[in-house]
């Protein structure tokens, strides 16, 4: 189980390191405020993006037949064969890793609704 510390929103740990952020070098505070504001977003973003660079990092990989290649096309056969399956095992896991991501989001919006309606149930009516 992955757990972060440190994560988007306004939280005592995000606060406190923006603070110094902007005492030692402000463009730290500025970064860290924009995290804070943006960082959900900035996460599904690379997500999106982070797929497209392996793609691209692998084509350049190929291109290269001295840096992969070993000669041997029994080895060479069975390695591509491998790699093949760990990038199905990873392309798995990421799809484990949204789905999971989309069950916390779920969580979250079902937390702040029952927040809300017991805000609601709890509010006496104003006499109007």
Known sequence: MQSCLLRPGFHPLSIGLMV???????????????????????????????????RMARRHHHRHPGFGATGNSAFDAYRAAELKRLEEERAALDRMRDEFDEFLRNLRRAKDQEEFDRFKANRTPSAG
Do not use: Q
């Not at 110094?20 to 973003?45: E, H, N, Q, T």
């Open 20 to 54: 110094v952020g902007f005492i030692v070098f402000w463009p730290l505070g500025l970064a860290m405020l924009a995290y804070m504001l943006w960082g959900d977003r900035m996460r599904s973003k690379w997500a999106e993006v982070s797929p497209e660079w392996s």
